[in-house]
């Protein structure tokens, strides 16, 4: 008969992030390896936002899990274990950023997406534009970039932008008005000189 | 003058908190309106532009190098610190050491609170058997006397006294003058042989010159 802490242990995958997180604390072997598992694409796609390259990206996000790791007894719970990700990821993009321009990689190089549908000139637009807008982007101020990446692409609201940032709600709307506002700035001058 | 919308008013009406409807300002002003439309395209292409899809069995990739990163950080042994800092040592450290703070801070109070001993004390319980004579009727003085073997050890003063009081030659007389113990009877009880020897030794007696007794 096993005894009953056994019993009540239940599957990693049976936990949900909180208690997830509890038993990589306890040491139970696969636990964090769930967490990456579960975690591992929004992590890489914000990374890949702020970075605009592959490489860069893939390498941010053992960064984040890494320090995911080491820091994991400070997780509260207070917000959800991806929000917490997340303000690792935006603080470890942002140190990058700071002391190496990335490099954003041409988008058809990787592109994967369905485009059986577009006629070849669509496709070339579309992509151009994509590659316009991933560039202005990549010029915002760290600030209005990271907000603007976490609520048009991570679907954060405001209130967890806020969180992630340290930052006031107020602040994360006037951050996200001046990002488009600039956005609109770039692209209209890159429009020009075309 | 018309007051526009502020940066919060925008971005409350793009994400849907706010309706076009319930801003009476966007009806009368085609500056606001027009810039609403276009912090909405913008905002619409933005997010029409996805993250390229990595290469097959990338994530499997990815957490193959998270694991094996995380790998030496959960076998690497546990340095004093985060030994020492963990709750289920910090904890009885923290208790311990304040029941030895409140023992030390109320200590006092409790000595400063307690109630002086009575004007009569009870007599020492006494450790010699002299002592406990002395609860007997004794004096008082003698009861309280200090330990034996002091250099003034007033018991043995007092042993010393009542050895001088003694008067050997009263007590001599004492014996000799007891019932029973007539002399006569004394020599009569002794045989032929201790009657020659008592004599002998009280001729040698005799024969010796006169010194003066001492007591010690």
């Known amino acids: 008969m096993p005894p009953v802490g056994a019993a009540r242990e239940l599957a990693l995958d049976q936990l949900d ?14 636990a964090f390896d769930l967490i990456v598992e579960r975690h591992r694409r929004s992590v890489y796609q914000l990374c890949y936002r702020f970075v605009g390259n592959h490489e860069d990206a893939s390498d941010l996000s053992q960064d984040v899990f890494l320090r995911a790791y080491r820091g994991l007894k400070s997780f509260r719970g207070g917000s959800s274990l991806s929000t917490w990700l997340y303000r690792i990821g935006v603080n470890v993009c942002l140190n990058r950023v700071a002391v190496k321009k990335p490099v954003m990689e041409d988008l058809d190089a990787r592109q994967h997406v369905d485009t ?16 316009q807008v991933r560039a ?10 990271a907000t603007l990446v976490l609520r048009i692409y991570q679907d954060l609201s405001h209130d967890e932008i806020a969180q992630v940032l340290g930052s006031s709600v ?3 709307k006037a951050n996200f008005f001046h990002a488009l506002g600039n956005l609109k700035k770039i692209l209209g001058a890159e429009e020009d000189l075309a | 003058m018309i007051a526009h919308l502020t940066p919060e008013q925008f971005v409350d009406i793009i994400d849907g908190a706010v309706t076009d409807s319930d801003v009476p300002h966007l009806t009368a002003c085609e500056i606001c309106r027009r810039q609403l439309s276009e ?8 997010a029409d532009i996805p993250v390229p899809e990595p290469s097959l069995g990338y ?3 990815l957490s193959a190098r998270v694991h094996d990163a995380v790998a030496p950080e959960a076998e690497r042994p546990r340095s004093w610190s985060e030994r020492l800092f963990q709750p289920r040592v910090l904890i009885p450290i923290f208790a311990s050491a304040f029941a030895v703070a409140m023992f030390v801070v109320l200590q006092p109070r409790e000595r400063l609170t307690r109630q002086p001993p009575p004007a009569v004390a009870l007599a020492p319980i006494p450790s010699t058997p002299l002592a406990a004579a002395g609860r007997a009727g004794l004096p008082a003085a003698v009861v309280s006397l200090p330990p034996l073997g002091s250099a003034n050890d007033p018991q043995l003063a007092l042993v010393a006294e009542s050895g001088t009081a003694f008067d050997w030659d009263e007590m001599r007389d004492e014996i000799a003058l007891s ?3 007539d002399s006569s009877a004394v020599l009569d009880s002794l045989t032929t042989d201790e009657q020659r020897e008592l004599q002998r030794l009280l001729a040698d007696e005799m024969a010796q010159p006169s010194v003066p007794e001492t007591r010690s």
């Open chain 1, 17 to 30: 992030d909180q208690r997830l997180v509890t038993a990589c604390l306890a040491g139970r072997p696969g």
């Open chain 1, 116 to 131: 059986a549908a577009e006629s070849q000139m669509e496709r070339v637009l579309r992509q151009e534009r994509g590659v």
């Open chain 1, 136 to 145: 202005a982007i990549a010029q915002l101020p760290p600030k209005q970039r």
């Open chain 1, 170 to 172: 107020g602040a994360v």
């Open chain 2, 39 to 46: 912090l909405r395209g913008l905002m619409a292409e933005a």
């Open chain 2, 59 to 61: 994530w499997d990739r």
């Open chain 2, 179 to 181: 019932p029973g113990t």
